[in-house]
T-cell receptor, first 109, second 116 residues
Framework: TQLLEQSPQFLSIQEGENLTVYCNSS?????LQWYRQEPGEGPVLLVT?????EVKKLKRLTFQFGDARKDSSLHITAAQPGDTGLYLC?????????FGAGTILRVKS | KAGVTQTPRYLIKTRGQQVTLSCSPI?????VSWYQQTPGQGLQFLFE???????NKGNFPGRFSGRQFSNSRSEMNVSTLELGDSALYLC???????????????FGPGTRLTVL
């Protein structure tokens, strides 16, 4: 059983479209991180959210942490082909980092 | 500052053999974590070392072991390889052991292990 459920598993969209990736859990996390991974590389940290209700923006990416600190979302505005990759959420749980299964995003030009 | 390096990048072994993977953390980082990544299970935590001591361990069999040296470099070993051990093994380093949950983990490119 995955502690962190990520959805959708796969997303294929056209350049310029908007999208949202969700990360949900029944557990409370002290913080949640979003990573992006490209083929042949390790995950690269995009953002860490700590406070319930927190919203962080990174250019066209908007990250939100749920009020109860059990869920998070990543919204990309006007997606570009360079956004293609595997997006992973990870929650700090009991001194470990637990990862969701990931969302494979493909942005077609 | 150089990133996390892992060697080798690719490895092919046969069932029953053993393998040792190496990780050099970012200079100054004392915490090293290992993860296994597979298409079916995603990223799963193996273990974490800090100052040469294993501080956390995931739910993997005893065939998976690791160690950390005084210079913070780490190795992981898998004995009696099974087909299911084929995966991307990732190493991540951070400055402090993750207690405040705010330490950024920096990942290496991984070692792709194929077991035939």
């Amino acid at each position: 059983t995955q502690l962190l459920e990520q959805s959708p598993q796969f997303l294929s969209i056209q350049e310029g479209e908007n999208l949202t990736v969700y990360c949900n859990s029944s557990s409370v996390f002290s913080s949640l991180q979003w990573y992006r991974q490209e083929p042949g590389e390790g995950p690269v940290l995009l953002v860490t959210v700590v406070t319930g209700g927190e919203v962080k923006k990174l250019k066209r990416l908007t990250f939100q942490f749920g009020d109860a600190r059990k869920d998070s979302s990543l919204h990309i505005t006007a997606a570009q082909p360079g956004d293609t990759g595997l997006y992973l959420c990870a929650g700090s749980y009991g001194n470990k980092l637990v990862f969701g299964a990931g969302t494979i995003l493909r942005v077609k030009s | 500052k150089a990133g996390v390096t892992q060697t080798p990048r690719y490895l092919i072994k046969t069932r029953g053999q053993q393998v040792t993977l190496s990780c050099s953390p970012i200079s100054g980082h004392r915490s090293v974590s290992w993860y296994q990544q597979t298409p079916g299970q995603g990223l799963q935590f193996l273990f974490e070392y800090f100052s040469e001591t294993q501080r956390n361990k995931g739910n993997f069999p005893g065939r998976f072991s690791g160690r950390q040296f005084s210079n913070s470099r780490s190795e992981m070993n898998v004995s009696t390889l099974e087909l299911g051990d084929s995966a991307l093994y990732l190493c991540a380093s951070s400055y402090f052991i993750r207690t405040g949950n705010k330490d950024t983990q920096y990942f290496g490119p991984g070692t792709r292990l194929t077991v035939l």
